[in-house]
């Protein structure tokens, strides 16, 4: 279960950086990516969509124990459609027990993009 922490809300969209350590590769993208995107049309929401999906070549600046096979970068609506997303019982019955077959170590680590 994944536990949330307070934030501002409504600020518009948030950019989810996703450093994903793998279990099972096939379980987390044929299975848990395709049982994620249902959960996100039966909720209804709109607006998310994966920015980039990166293989990690290198650990230039990182500890020992920081190493991470992919990053995915997903943008959401709001910071509020992610937690409808992850708090959703059908989140919890369809996706997450595929979420935590497939991956040995996940960071989820929400952002805002800034413009400058």
Known sequence: MITFPKFESGQGPVLMLNLIKFKDKKIYFEQYIPAF?????????????????????????????????????????????????????????????????????LKLIMTRKIDF
């Open 37 to 105: 995107g249902q959960v996100v049309n039966q909720l209804g929401i709109e607006g998310v969509n994966v920015q980039l999906v990166g293989e990690v070549i290198a650990n230039i600046i990182a500890d020992e124990n920081d190493q991470w096979d992919e990053i995915v970068l997903v943008e959401y609506p709001s910071a509020e459609a992610f937690m409808t997303i992850a708090q959703s019982e059908l989140y919890q019955q369809l996706a997450d027990p595929l979420r935590v077959a497939g991956t040995a170590e």
